[in-house]
């Protein structure tokens, strides 16, 4: 079975950073759309970053955009999620999902085939 396991969650002070990371195992994923999704207690998940198969354009919510970034290694078959100047409201589960798409990658989570377990963030100080 497909698998995607996430790493890199944890506490952090605000304006600190993390590195999210999402390995794909029984599966390459070159041909895949990943996608970040979080999910804070009491709120509904909201996608906030996804990097395409094809040329790694990626679109991030604008709640994220400018702080975040998402890069693919194809060779370590791993997405990152690079998060900088983090904020008490970016605390939430951190999902990442595969969608095996052509193009342009979309931040909807129902589109998405694969899901990891999620990772926790925090930040606070």
């Known amino acids: 079975q497909l698998q995607l396991v996430e790493s890199g969650g944890g506490l952090v002070q605000p304006g600190g950073s993390l590195r999210l990371s999402c390995a794909a195992s029984?599966?390459?994923?070159?041909?895949?759309?990943i996608g970040w999704f979080r999910q804070a207690p009491g709120k509904e998940r909201e996608g906030i970053s996804c990097i395409s198969s094809s040329d790694s354009s990626a679109n991030f919510a604008d709640s994220v955009k400018g702080r975040f970034t998402i890069s693919r290694d194809n060779a370590k078959n791993t997405v990152y999620l690079q998060m900088n100047s983090l904020k008490p409201e970016d605390t939430a589960v951190y999902y990442c999902?595969?969608?095996?798409?052509?193009?342009?990658?979309?931040?909807?989570?129902?589109?998405?085939?694969?899901w990891g377990q999620g990772t926790q963030v925090t930040v606070s100080s």
């Open positions: 029984r599966f390459t994923l070159d041909d895949y759309a």
């Open positions: 999902a595969a969608e095996r798409r052509i193009g342009l990658c979309v931040l909807k989570g129902y589109l998405y085939d694969y």
